[in-house]
C-alpha cells in the first residue's frame, strides 16, 4: 500500500524492507513475545519480490537478523517514515535504537501492536523503555498502534495523555499495566 501510494504520487521515495522473509527467528520467547521461532515462516523473499514487482526499483531488501542487517545499510540513510511490525522484544528495542538517531525532522515511527495486551511484554516493553530513557513521549492511537514523531527545530511536542482527548483516553484504558 504504501509502495502503491508512493508510486501514485510520484514520489521518489524509496523503501527499506527487513525481515527474516523465512519467518520468526529462533532469539522469540513465547511467553514474551506472543509468537514462536517459525511463527510467519509461510513467506518468502521471492514471494515478497513477486508481490511488489511494480515498485521492485524502489525497495531494497535486507533479509537477514534485524541489528545485523543494520550494518548493510548506508551509513547516510535516513528515513521520514518506519512502519515497525516485528512482535519481539529485542527485535522492536533494536529498531528503536537504529531508527531513531537516523528520523528526519518530522519522520513518524509507528509500532504495531503496542497496544494491544499479548504484546505488553514485547513491544509495549520495549517501545516504552526506549522513549523514556531519551524522554520522548508516543502517541497511543484507538486502532492499537503507538506512534512517535521526531521533533522538528521549532519542537513539535505531543500533549500528555490525558490531554489528547476522548478517542485516545479511552484507547489507553483497554490497556493493561507492564507488570501485569
Ligand atoms: C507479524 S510479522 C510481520 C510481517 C511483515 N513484516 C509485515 O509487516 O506484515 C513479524 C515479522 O517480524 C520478523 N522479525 C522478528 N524479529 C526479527 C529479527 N530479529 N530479524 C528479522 N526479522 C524479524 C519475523 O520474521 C516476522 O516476519
Redesign the pocket.
Known sequence: MIASTLARNASPARLDL????????S??VAERDY?SPG??SN?SLKRVKKRLSEHLPRCRFYA???PD?FAQVREDAQYSLV?I????Y??NR?CCEWFWPRMVPGGVMLF?DYGFYPYRHSTRRAVDEFFAEIDEQSLVLPNGQALVIKATAANVTIPPLAAQGDSIIAADSLFTPLDD
Open positions: 527487513f525481515d527474516t522473509f523465512e519467518g520468526v527467528p532469539i522469540a509468537c511463527s510467519f513467506t537477514g537478523l534485524i542487517t512502519n511490525d516485528v512482535d519481539l529485542p527485535t533494536a504495531n
